[in-house]
């Protein structure tokens, strides 16, 4: 894979490194770009969240492309969400043998039959994409780097706050360094207000004065300071906005449904939810759990993500959008249509009862390198990839293969840089990279019409280039933000 090098020339001497590594750890800290540790949990303590150095080279056409397409990935989504036939059809083998997906669809089918139910959705979006190095230009027939989307997320999108420190994290790790004239290349990231701020004018829908968002997390929370500073903004620039943080146990034991099914949690109407839990099987440990999401969703608050949005993310569902010609059921203009078309990458469906299914589990026997294997979940480390699929399909029944989907593997060019982890090795070493971008969008509606889409910001997310899972919160990735130059 090509090396795409770095911003700034490497090595660093050793002396200088441990100083500005030593004053950018004190930095992180004291600016929220933090987590509580898993290995040593403690509410009353925080540690710096893994970051690279210095930021990441990212070719700037790819980068602004992304950005503009952002928008139009919003409409297809909630039009997707939007479409009760299409996740009928597309889901119908899934929740055969998926319990969790199928626990969701039944709360979907029992809302889509209650008339009294919020029409309106808020999708705080994330698409991430990975640069593909092994493009060609078709005028001029050299390689270079295109991206492609690895997914998009519907549900508890991650990182608005720390893919915004990252930047300044790096911009004053350049300073340091005597590099602060290439802190321009570094593109103004307001994820933050850009993802707050669509929670907020789905509040101003509602327009009701006295009350609250609620947020939905998890009993246990790693990724303190990404979901505080959520909150911090809109009490900081709304402070007429409660905001009020719940797990699904507790909305069991506290919420309630009024004369005109607001939703109440104790005393406070809730007019906007924002899940950031409820994603995983773990977080319902009891029918007790599976009923709050069902009293969230059978109430006049607009939920982010409706369960609608929540089926749209699956990954069976963004396989089936990469089918030939199905973009024409949701979007009318070819121009948007293409630009979508091109940056997916191979997905299959792994249907045993279809030629589709046979054919991917034949190329996956055979190659097994070049593809990855993906589950109908969320929140990282549930990928098989490479030379690990034949045994985890061997292992499988007919009937369970159907609830994964398989993707073409993207072989992303490699950057250098110094990784830098709590407890880390001192000094750290120069190691090879591998990145993900993330880019966020906003977008509120119903099944009629749009009323708000916007983009809303990035953040990038780093690994060592021989790992396969990337998460931050999962162990196995690092803060970064991309540094864009013209390629």
């Known amino acids: 894979m090509p090396d795409l090098g770095s911003c700034i020339p490497f090595p660093i001497d050793e002396e200088t ?24 949990f403690s509410e009353d303590s925080v540690q710096f969240a893994p970051f690279i150095l210095l930021p990441t080279l990212f070719p700037r056409r ?27 059809e597309t889901l119908a083998n899934t929740i055969k ?25 808020l999708g705080l979006l ?72 669509g929670m907020v004018e789905a509040w101003n829908l509602q327009a009701i004065s006295n009350a609250a968002i609620l947020f939905v997390v998890e009993g246990v929370t790693y990724n303190i300071c990404d979901q505080r500073f959520h909150e911090f903004y809109i009490r900081e620039k ?7 943080r719940k797990t699904l146990t507790e909305i069991h034991q506290q919420a309630s449904l009024g004369p005109n099914n607001e939703l109440k949690v104790n005393d406070t109407v809730i007019s906007v939810v924002y ?37 749209a993310g699956t990954k069976k569902v963004q396989q089936a959008l990469a089918k030939p010609g199905i973009l024409k059921r949701f979007l009318t203009d070819d121009i948007k249509i293409k630009a979508i078309t091109d940056i997916f990458t191979g997905l299959y469906s792994m249907d045993s009862n279809t030629d589709e299914g046979q054919n991917a589990l034949r190329m996956v026997l055979t190659d097994p390198a070049k593809y990855v294997l993906k589950p109908q979940r969320e929140g990282g480390g549930n990928n098989v990839y490479g030379h690990d699929i034949p045994d985890v399909l061997r292992k499988m029944s007919e009937v369970e293969r159907s609830a994964w989907i398989l993707m073409e593997r993207i072989f992303p060019p490699i950057s250098k840089g110094y990784m830098i982890r709590p407890s880390g090795p001192s000094p ?14 906003a977008v509120i509606g119903d099944k009629k019409a749009i009323v708000y889409n916007a983009h809303c910001g990035h953040m990038l997310r780093t690994k060592l280039e021989k790992s396969n899972e990337g998460g931050v919160a999962a162990g196995s990735g690092a803060l970064d933000s991309p540094y864009l130059y013209d390629d």
């Open 97 to 121: 043998v998926d319990e969790f997906t199928r626990n969701l669809f039944n709360i979907y089918e029992k809302i889509l039959a209650d008339e009294s139910a919020q029409s309106l959705s």
């Open 126 to 197: 994330r698409s991430d994409l990975m640069l593909e190095s092994r493009c060609t230009d078709n005028d001029h027939k050299r390689p270079y780097c295109c991206w492609k989307q690895v997914e998009i997320n519907t549900i508890a999108s991650g990182f608005g706050h720390l893919g915004p420190i990252s930047r300044e994290i790096q911009s004053f790790v350049l300073s340091e360094l005597n590099y602060a004239d290439k802190v321009k290349n570094l593109p103004l990231n307001g994820a933050l207000a850009g993802l707050c701020e």
């Open 275 to 311: 899940f950031r839990a409820g994603y995983e099987p773990g977080h319902y440990p009891s029918q007790n759990e599976w009923d709050a999401r069902y009293l969230i969703e059978k109430s006049v608050a607009i939920k982010c993500p409706s369960i609608g949005y929540h089926l």
């Open 17 to 40: 490194l441990n100083e500005v590594i030593s004053k950018a750890k004190d930095w992180a800290i004291m600016h929220g770009a933090a987590m509580r540790s898993k290995a040593d």
């Open 428 to 441: 750290p070493p120069l190691v090879d990279l591998v990145s993900e971008l993330g880019i966020f969008g």
């Open 62 to 88: 790819e980068f602004e492309k992304a950005v503009r397409l952002q928008p139009i990935l919003n409409e297809l989504m909630h039009w997707v969400a939007h479409d009760t036939e299409f996740l009928r």
């Open 238 to 244: 709304h402070p007429h906005i409660k905001v009020i």
